[in-house]
């Protein structure tokens, strides 16, 4: 039922019905995602006043749960029906590679991998092993943490490698921080792993950088 105390413009389930969701702003889709304000505070209200506090959808969608429930009007029903909305919409972009599809293009790993690592409030560093048409035989986040101080061990690298039974890889991590740019501890860390995985004869592809709406390819960059 449409809600009275909205203006006609402001609306936003109607206006996703007869325009398109590409129609509407961040605050008209949070508002329906929330589906109602607070008390005082009408939901198209409290939409802008999230988008405002959490600096973005990008900020409230990768709050902690801690921060996410600390916020007057939501709550942990609230917080996992984002986690759960973020969940679906990974999945979705990952189901061509899931049905075994090869990768046909960098554009394909960006979007692998940045619907994977792109919302991570924290470094973490994955892999994509590889059969030899380059299909995906499974991707796995491997460490977690800082990477220049976070231990990273080609060791169990080749071991993963191997157990996969990996022709190729493809290894990525996120920068938090949203600046893409690698470091040179990015390019000494592929470096190693390239030399310890080519003593198994297993190809080290590339190595990409996820940044906030940027993924950098060392492999492009010639840094490998």
């Not at 405002?52 to 429930?69: H, I, K, N």
């Not at 394909?108 to 409030?121: A, E, I, K, M, Q």
């Not at 040179?184 to 310890?196: G, M, N, V």
């Not at 003593?199 to 010639?222: F, K, N, P, Q, T």
């Amino acid at each position: 039922m449409t809600n009275p105390a909205w203006p006609t413009d402001e609306r936003p389930r109607e206006r996703l019905l007869s325009h398109g969701p590409e129609a509407l702003s961040d605050a008209e889709l949070l508002a329906i995602f929330l589906r109602t304000g607070t008390t005082g505070m009408p939901v198209m209200q409290l939409a802008r006043h999230l988008i405002a506090e959490f600096s973005g959808l990008r900020g409230l969608m990768t709050a902690s749960r801690r921060q996410f429930c600390e916020v007057k009007g939501l709550g942990t029903a609230k917080y996992a029906q984002v986690q759960a909305a973020m969940e679906m919409a990974r999945r979705v972009m990952d189901e061509p590679l899931r049905q075994g599809d090869p990768l046909r293009s960098p554009a394909d790993t960006r979007r692998f991998l940045t619907s994977r690592l792109g919302t991570y409030p924290h470094e973490v560093f994955a892999g994509l092993f590889l059969d030899n048409r380059h299909r995906v035989i499974q991707y796995r986040e491997l460490f977690r943490g800082t990477i220049d101080g976070a231990a990273v061990y080609p060791r169990e690298v080749v071991r993963q490698a191997l157990e996969d039974n990996a022709a190729a890889v493809i290894f990525a991590h996120n920068h938090p921080s949203g600046v893409a740019e690698p470091s040179q501890a990015d390019i000494s860390l592929t470096r190693r792993l390239k030399e310890a995985l080519g003593l198994v004869d297993i190809r080290v592809l590339d190595h990409m950088v996820i940044g906030h709406g940027e993924v950098i390819s060392l492999a492009e960059r010639g840094l490998m």
